[in-house]
Structure formats: C-alpha cells, structure tokens
C-alpha cells in the first residue's frame, strides 16, 4: 500500500533555511504536493511538482523531487516566525485522492 | 469565492447524543472529501464523493458514521451515537474535475467536535 513518511518535527532560527523531507512510496504518482496547516486552520496548498520535474521554486519555496529514491523535500529560505505551522507531503493516489503524511511540525524562533 | 465552508466550527456534546456535520464545497468542484485529524493518527480520509457518489468509504470507522451528499452543494457527516474517541477535527476538502491536470483539494477550516 501507500505511505508518506514525514520527520514529525523540525526546529530552526528565524532567517535560517527549513528544510522539511519526505518519502513516499507509490512511483506512479503524477503530481506530489506541500500543504501547510497554521494552527486552527485547514490544510492550505503551499505548492506542488508535476513528477517529471526535478525541482520547482516558487520565491522562498525550493521542491526539489528525486523520483529514483522517492524522495521530496521543500526547502524554506530566510525562514520567519510566520512560517511555523505543521506541513503535510501528498502524493496523489489515482481517482482524485491524495495520500498525506502525519506532516512535519516547523517551529522557527526568533 | 467563498472557499469551502463547513459548520459548525466547534461542537461540545455528550457521549450517546448524535453529531451532524456540514460542508458546502467550492462552487464547480464535483469532488467531495471527509478527513478526520488526530494527534495520534494524523489525517485519516474518511470517505470521498464524486459527482455526489460516494466512492470510497473504506476510512469510515464504524456503522456509527454517516455521510450523504443529496446535492453538488451540500454534504453531511453523522456520527450516531457518538463516543468519547470520536472527538476530533473533522475537515472537509473539495476538488475540480482533474484530466491531466493536478487533484489539489481546498480544505474548509475544520470542526472541532468535543465528546463527553
């Protein structure tokens, strides 16, 4: 079956680069995709990398996918204290569902 | 656009007593999910709907819960009778029609439901 794994946690100072990991299992995934869920709210797209892409930068955003190993990360630059929040990895699992990890929490201090 | 709405946005009840829960999606999606989120198991999918079908309710836990879609603009989750373990966050997501193109879901802001 399908899983995505996630680091749980993931502490940084405020202007330091985040870099949040994920593994996922299902190769013949289309799209994977980052949300963020800030405290109280819903899960929100951040972004997402179509599978025959290497990398996706999006202003701070950097995806970089590694499809031989599974392997996506999103990569936050000049991280600030708004960007603590809890950020789900997603791979799509055909018939329009997505598969989320248990999302990795991102604390960043000032 | 309003996004996804769903209400009520926190529910209190006592254990026995039944729970309905509302989600109108994005106007044009024809994609409708439930999720349930824990500390302990995360973001579990509960049941999706196409097209007001449900397809997939293998994630509902038990004969307790419920959902029906009557129309493209509302559906609802019932929990009958509820227990103590039910409380949680229950989120609803919807998605447009994907050919070729991504399946990303918009997330209403959640209920958070409290069991006695």
């Known amino acids: 079956g399908e899983d995505v794994e996630q680091s749980l946690f993931l502490s940084v100072r405020e202007g330091d680069s985040s870099v949040i990991n994920c593994t996922y299992t299902d190769s013949s995934s289309t799209y994977l995709y980052w949300y963020k869920q800030e405290p109280g709210a819903g899960l929100q797209l951040l972004t997402y990398i179509f599978s025959n892409m290497d990398m996706k930068q999006d202003q701070r955003l950097t995806v970089l996918l590694n499809k031989k190993d599974k392997h996506l990360s999103l990569r936050i630059a000049d991280t600030q204290t708004g960007d603590s929040a809890i950020y789900f990895c997603a791979e799509d699992s055909g018939y329009s569902t997505l598969t989320f990890g248990k999302g990795t929490m991102l604390l960043v201090s000032p | 656009d309003a996004g996804v709405i769903q209400s009520p946005r926190h529910e209190v009840t006592e254990m026995g007593q039944e729970v309905t829960l509302r989600c109108k999606p994005i106007?044009?999606?024809?994609?409708l999910f439930w999720y349930r989120q824990t500390m302990m198991r995360g973001l579990e999918l509960l049941i999706y709907f196409n097209n007001n079908v449900p397809i997939d309710d293998s994630g509902m836990p038990e004969d307790r819960f419920s959902a029906k879609m009557p129309n493209a603009s509302f559906s609802t989750l019932k929990i009958q009778p509820s227990e103590p373990r039910d409380s949680a966050v229950y989120f609803c997501a919807s998605s447009a029609p994907s050919s070729g193109s991504t399946d990303t879901q918009y997330f209403g802001p959640g209920t958070r439901l409290t069991v006695l």
């Open positions: 106007s044009g999606h024809n994609s």
